[in-house]
Each structure stands twice: as C-alpha cells, then as structure tokens.
C-alpha cells in the first residue's frame, strides 16, 4: 500500500510562515504530480498548490506570491512554503499524489491525513 505523511502545521500570527512537508512510501513505481490541497470548516476542499514531476506548477489565485510548491523526487517528498500567511488561510491541509503502483497500472489517487494549520490576527 501507499502512506503518505504530512507534518509541518501549527499555530502562527498573521504574516508568520509555515513550511509544510508530505512524504509518500510504499509499493510505488513512479509518481506524476504532488499537491497540496486545503479544507475550512464548511467550506469544500480546494487546490492550494501543484507541481508535475517535470516541476510545473499552479497556484490558487488567493496563494499567489507567499506560497511556494517544491519537490524531492529522489525522496518522493513534496513541501509548501508559505509565507506572509494570515488568517484565511486557517485550514486543515491535505497532501495528495497522482502515482502508479505498477508500471502497467493507471495514475491512482492517495491522501495524506491531514495537517491543521491555524493563523491568529
């Protein structure tokens, strides 16, 4: 199976930083794209940042800036810079990786459980 480990969340002031890692372990053959995704309460799940295993990125419009998506493909890590934070950006954060477990099979899904990251004003 596939585990991936986040750490990396806490508490901050506004306009503090936070840098955010996710490991992915286990039966994996190649992995295509990482992600951070984030969840307020009530609000859905939404992309925060992503990067290709070629390392193109993407960000939300609302990160743009402050956070920054990196990658260790030697160590099947991801990390998310994020800087200038503030209170909006209270969310529990959530890894996500595009793999294949087998070189035959399709890209999968996996999540990461979740990091809470909590900015005060």
């Known amino acids: 199976q596939v585990q991936l480990v986040e750490s990396g969340g806490g508490l901050v002031q506004a306009g503090g930083s936070l840098r955010l890692s996710c490991s992915a372990s286990g039966r994996i053959f190649s992995i295509n794209a990482m992600g951070w995704y984030r969840q307020a309460p009530g609000k859905q799940r939404e992309l925060v940042a992503r990067i290709t295993s070629g390392s193109s990125t993407n960000y939300a419009d609302a990160v743009k800036g402050r956070f920054t998506i990196s990658r260790d493909n030697a160590k099947n890590t991801v990390y998310l810079q994020m800087n200038s934070l503030k209170p909006e950006d209270t969310a529990a954060y959530y890894c996500?990786?595009?793999?294949?477990?087998?070189?035959?099979?399709?890209?999968?899904?996996?999540w990461g459980q979740g990091t809470q990251v909590t900015v005060s004003s």
């Open positions: 996500n990786a595009e793999l294949r477990t087998t070189g035959w099979g399709r890209l999968l899904d996996y």
